[in-house]
């Protein structure tokens, strides 16, 4: 195994912006590959020996392969992992500030490090998904009444 490879693969991170050009086909190879194939997707050692992938890592196998085709960065973060406020703001796409604001209405667990507040990557998935499942609602609700209003 080469130095560059040996290094990414000790990451937790993968950039497709980052890959060569033969890497980037591997993966479209691979989705395509993944999305035809009609046994049970399974892994082969050096001595021909097989092993067929459990269904839930080949499923997000597959979501692996499909965001690096579309380009986006895979980051693969223990759920015991513990984030600063930033870095949970910048995983949701908000402020600090409104980071710190959720944690002071109770909407966001945190523990104290010190004088540092640190969120579970765990919780902070909780709360996106539970925010998320209130947006959805929320459309659904506006979509029936503007069905109903006949506006829809």
């Keep these: 195994m080469n130095a560059q490879l040996a ?4 990451a937790s991170r ?17 989705l395509e590959m993944f999305l035809r194939e009609t046994r049970p997707p399974a892994l082969v050692d050096e001595h021909g020996n ?9 499923v997000l196998l597959v979501k692996v ?17 513990e984030l ?4 949970a703001a910048n995983l949701l796409g908000v ?9 002071e209405e109770e909407k966001l667990p945190c523990h104290k490090v ?8 765990k919780d902070l998935i909780e709360f996106q998904r539970l925010r998320d499942r209130g947006r959805r609602e929320a459309l659904d609700e506006m979509a029936r009444r503007a069905q109903e209003a006949g506006l829809y």
């Excluded at 600063?84 to 870095?87: G, I, N, P, Y």
């Excluded at 010190?114 to 990557?121: D, E, V, W």
């Design 7 to 10: 290094s990414r693969s000790q």
């Design 14 to 30: 993968l950039d497709p912006s980052e890959f060569e050009p033969q890497e980037r086909e591997s993966v479209r190879n691979l």
């Design 50 to 58: 097989r092993m067929e992938l459990p269904k839930p890592v080949y």
């Design 65 to 81: 392969a499909t965001a690096l085709r579309e380009g986006k960065v895979i980051s693969l973060v223990p759920e015991t992992q």
């Design 84 to 87: 600063t406020t930033q870095a």
């Design 95 to 103: 402020s600090r500030p409104h980071v710190v604001k959720l944690i």
């Design 114 to 121: 010190g004088a540092h507040r640190r969120i579970r990557m």
